[in-house]
């Protein structure tokens, strides 16, 4: 039977856009199977966050651009910092519709590649033309609060977890947060399958897993 890995993961977090090559590379390599859950950085009602503040630059240019140039992936800085909610509730309506996988790929390149708000809902629907899913039907979805409870599991199993960081990935019971090398994650899965994977980590603390197993 496959190994599961659940993924924890926001789309303005440049991390959790990142942490996709490797792990697409692990789950490709061993079979194992992802299944996506929503996080959110932020709620409504904290404070505004400027995305070109001097901190969150000095971020990128130390450590996201570093890790992007590594993976070959392209990333920019974005000059909007959406809260979340919509963007999870519609990309919970694209797995409804069985498009998840290309509209979950827009919404990040949305974000990180083309400098798009994701927080409004014009920005939705594009992405649900270009993902070829009916745009007025993504607003009516959301505007009737469909894919609510959804969301809502997602953050609960969070919570449950003890996810503070994502991207976040739960295998075989073992939370690993952040991002993860691709013999990592690969690692992990091979032990996870073969249930050796308890009896490993507690043999190999070096294992670059925060562990908390639920």
């Known amino acids: 039977m496959p190994v599961t890995i659940q993924v924890f993961s926001d789309y303005v977090c440049p991390y959790c856009y990142l942490g996709e090559l490797p792990l697409g590379n692990a ?4 079979g194992a199977q992802v299944v996506w859950r929503a996080f959110q950085l932020r709620k409504p009602g904290e404070p505004k966050l400027d995305p070109r503040s001097e901190r969150i630059t000095e971020s990128w240019r130390d450590s996201v651009y570093p890790m992007a140039a590594r993976f070959g992936v392209e990333i ?57 899913l009916n745009p007025g039907e993504l607003e009516q979805a959301l505007g009737e ?5 959804d969301v809502d599991e997602d953050l609960l199993i ?22 993860q090398e691709e013999s990592t994650l690969v690692k992990a899965i091979e032990l996870a399958r073969d249930g050796k994977l308890d009896a490993e980590v507690k043999k190999l603390p070096h294992l670059p897993i925060s562990i908390a197993k639920r």
């Open 76 to 132: 920019n800085q974005p000059s909007h910092a959406p809260l979340t909610r919509s963007a999870h509730e519609a990309a919970a309506w694209a797995r409804s519709q069985d498009r998840f996988e290309p509209f979950h790929k827009e919404l990040f390149r949305a974000h990180f590649v083309d400098d798009i708000d994701i927080g409004e809902m014009s920005a939705l629907k594009e992405i649900a033309r270009r993902t070829r």
């Open 158 to 179: 969070a919570e449950t977890y003890g996810v503070t960081v994502v991207p976040a990935f739960v295998i075989g019971g073992y939370l690993l947060q952040g991002v």
């Open 27 to 30: 789950a490709a390599k061993t």
């Open 145 to 149: 609060r469909r894919m609510a409870e």
